[in-house]
């Protein structure tokens, strides 16, 4: 694999640059903009198919020469990018076969980036083309320093339901299969009479009656993102041909629900990932950390790369808020602190044409003399200081279970509730493990999991054999368990696992399930304690009717369905533990007190006495401190020298209200 770290020396610092969007004069003007804020890493040539192959076969590479040239003479290295995510308007006319096809059947139209059909062969030999001219051209060019890649696959066209994309996913099912009988089988067809005689019988999931094979649905999912992954490895392999360096594309962890990320990680030299501030939320740093989290663990732990999030409001949002004084630091510090090497934004230059012409950049359409370039001068000060970070590792003793395709799976239509949402529940603990100021990684449930104190399991509703298998042996060694209801039901193919529910989970948990009883829309239900004292703590959603078989009722309903009957359970098995909450607990002081007990019975270490407006996170020898609240913080227990303030410390830091410290503590 090429090596990795990207840059030389320090945190890279920049953003996706578009200089063909504007005249030559202003690209002089950047790049003296550039060294004056410390930008030392630009992506160039996102979107540039069309301008250096303007018809086929014909290259004009003048452009993107001066541009790394001028890159280069200024200092700044480049993230060179294939621009295959969005091809020329030549193409779609002369490939018509290539256009991108809804579920409707519908041809949908030019004019947009991700209008193609990832399965086409005319799109798999043109990308294959255009890459190869590049890379042959520009391999050696001192101002590249890594490859990008494509542009966010499965953005726009995660799925396509054309004639070749249905011919492709018969060949994948072929390859997964062998035999129709063996499909058959996996999706249960018997029911409704829906047995495949051959392969080419089978359609895509296209707009059909409600209630279509799930077997057919997740396996169309995953046949997608196989497509993606082969059209991003024809074109690294396609540059690693002429060099060495690193190569990489884009995540949008954990926004773009189509793309099983942890499928995708071994493929690229470093994950690198979008992330965008979500304005509508109460509190979006929390959303933000488990972005940077989630993102890291699927880096396996390794520093990643933060490649695109922006200075202030995006355009795309029902209500795109700006960035109050100071936000776009303590994010940017935030996606550092979880492991990020790097700070790049969506855009460096704010475009005046396109749909994005009300996006923030790191030079504002209100030019230099703004609070927007002050604080982009600011934090390139900041990194600078920060360059000690690089290369570190964050540890975690908690792990939080996410699958991709328990997440699709759990959302097909007919479900016992509505209101049933893989993130809703993941979220719900998350937000409660932050508050408790815990770091977290992510896991899939197959992994390693020996590492960790604590794993929550909050919405694994598709669990194979094997991955429970791998729950319960983690419990019996001696690990804590922490799994909420409606999980372990399904195996791989969406079928309900033999005998009563949670399937998969009732040995290591301990009950049995006798039926479901999905609340009303804002009905609760009220949680007492039958063995420990504290409060009562309402849940939403759901209720069950929970039957002990090895565990021990913890908590009991007090009204609703299943009044009388175990809300939270406890199942001592090995030398660990198992527990199982049976309802959707009310984000405040019910789950975060059932979590405070569960964190303590596995003996996780954190602070205590700090309000739940700090982020605490340690990178390395480095504690970062964000306070995201309006009032200043003391933090006690903190030793060492301020990175960003020169301070020394000794026993207790004060982190200003909205401000950040970060303490070299070794």
């Given at each position: 694999m090429p090596g990795y770290p990207v840059l030389p020396e320090g945190l890279a610092y920049g953003g996706d640059y578009n200089p063909e969007q504007w005249p030559e004069d202003v690209w002089r003007e950047d790049v003296r903009l550039m060294r004056e804020a410390g930008v030392n890493l630009v992506t160039v040539g996102v979107f540039n198919w069309g301008l250096i192959e303007p018809e086929e076969g014909e290259y004009d590479f003048s452009r993107l020469d001066r541009i790394l040239?001028?890159?280069?003479?200024?200092?700044?290295?480049?993230?060179?990018?294939?621009?295959?995510?969005?091809?020329?308007?030549?193409?779609?006319?002369?490939?018509?076969?290539?256009?991108?096809?809804?579920?409707?059947?519908?041809v949908l139209g030019g004019g947009s980036r991700h209008s193609f059909c990832p399965s086409s062969p005319d799109y798999a030999a043109a990308s294959e083309r255009i890459v190869t001219a590049l890379a042959r051209r520009y391999a050696g060019h001192p101002a590249v320093a890594m490859w990008h890649v494509h542009n966010e696959y499965g953005w726009a066209n995660a799925h396509c339901y054309c004639p070749t994309s249905a011919e492709a996913f018969r060949a994948w099912l072929r390859d997964r299969y062998g035999d129709v009988g063996a499909l058959n089988a996996a999706w249960g067809t018997t029911f409704w009479g829906l047995t495949y005689g051959s392969f080419e019988e089978v359609e895509p999931p296209v707009a059909a009656p409600v209630g279509l094979l799930t077997g057919l649905k997740l396996d169309f999912m995953r046949f997608s993102v196989d497509a993606h992954i082969a059209c991003f490895r024809r074109e690294r392999d396609t540059i690693r041909r002429f060099g060495d360096l690193p190569v990489t594309t884009n995540f949008m962890i954990p926004n773009c629900k189509p793309m099983d990320y942890w499928r995708w990680a071994a493929e690229v030299d470093v994950v690198a990932n979008d992330h965008y501030l979500d304005s509508g939320r109460a509190d979006p740093h929390i959303e933000l950390a488990?972005?940077?989290?989630?993102?890291?663990?699927?880096?396996?732990?390794?520093?990643?790369?933060?490649?695109?999030?922006?200075?202030?409001?995006?355009?795309?949002?029902?209500?795109?808020?700006?960035?109050?004084?100071?936000?776009?630091?303590?994010?940017?510090?935030?996606?550092?602190?979880?492991?990020?090497?790097?700070a790049m934004f969506f855009q460096w230059r704010a475009s005046r044409h396109g749909a994005e012409k009300f996006h923030s950049a790191m030079v504002p359409h209100a030019g230099t003399d703004s609070q927007m370039w002050r604080e982009v001068l600011a934090l390139g000060a900041d990194l600078r200081e920060l360059a000690g970070v690089r290369g570190s590792r964050v540890t975690a003793e908690v792990a939080v279970v996410w699958d991709w395709e328990s997440y699709w799976a759990l959302e097909f239509e007919w479900r016992p509730s509505a209101d049933l949402r893989f993130r809703e529940r993941?979220?719900?603990?998350?937000?409660?493990?932050?508050?408790?100021?815990?770091?977290?990684?992510?896991?899939?449930?197959?992994?390693?999991?020996?590492?960790?104190?604590?794993?929550v399991a909050p919405s694994s509703y598709l669990l194979g054999e094997a991955p429970a298998k791998n729950l319960h042996r983690y419990v019996e060694a001696g690990g804590h368990l922490l799994v909420s209801y409606f999980s372990g039901i399904v195996d791989e193919n969406d079928t309900i696992h033999a005998g009563p529910y949670p399937g998969a989970l009732r040995e290591v948990l301990g009950v049995t399930v006798e039926e479901f009883h999905p609340l009303r829309e804002h009905e609760t239900?009220?949680?007492?304690?039958?063995?420990s004292a504290g409060p009562g703590a309402t849940g939403r959603i759901w209720s069950?009717?929970?039957?002990?078989?090895?565990?021990?009722?913890?908590?009991?309903?007090?009204?609703?369905?299943?009044?009388?009957?175990?809300?939270?359970?406890?199942?001592?098995?090995?030398?660990?533990?198992?527990?199982?909450?049976?309802?959707?607990?009310?984000?405040?002081?019910?789950?975060?007190?059932?979590?405070?007990?569960?964190?303590?019975?596995?003996?996780?270490?954190?602070?205590?006495?700090?309000p739940d407006t700090l982020e605490l996170v340690r990178r390395g020898d480095h504690l970062f401190l964000i306070n995201h609240g309006d009032a200043p913080v003391t933090v006690t227990g903190v030793t060492g020298t301020g990175v960003l303030d020169g301070a020394a410390y000794d026993g207790s830091a004060t982190v200003p209200a909205g401000g950040v410290v970060v303490v070299h503590t070794s």
């Open positions: 040239d001028l890159l280069h003479s200024a200092g700044v290295y480049a993230d060179l990018a294939t621009p295959t995510s969005s091809p020329p308007t030549w193409f779609r006319r002369r490939y018509p076969g290539s256009r991108l096809v809804d579920r409707e059947g519908h488990m972005a940077a989290d989630l993102t890291r663990s699927v880096a396996g732990g390794r520093p990643w790369m933060l490649m695109e999030h922006s200075t202030g409001a995006v355009n795309w949002q029902p209500r795109n808020l700006a960035k109050r004084p100071g936000e776009m630091r303590r994010n940017t510090l935030a996606h550092v602190a979880r492991g990020s090497d790097s993941v979220e719900a603990y998350y937000e409660a493990l932050w508050r408790e100021h815990v770091t977290v990684d992510f896991v899939h449930p197959s992994a390693d999991l020996s590492p960790y104190r604590l794993v239900v009220t949680v007492e304690p039958s063995e069950e009717r929970v039957r002990l078989a090895g565990a021990r009722a913890v908590h009991e309903f007090a009204d609703g369905p299943d009044a009388g009957h175990p809300a939270v359970t406890r199942h001592d098995l090995g030398a660990g533990a198992a527990w199982y909450v049976s309802t959707a607990l009310d984000a405040g002081s019910g789950l975060r007190g059932l979590l405070g007990r569960v964190l303590d019975g596995a003996g996780v270490s954190r602070p205590r006495g700090l």
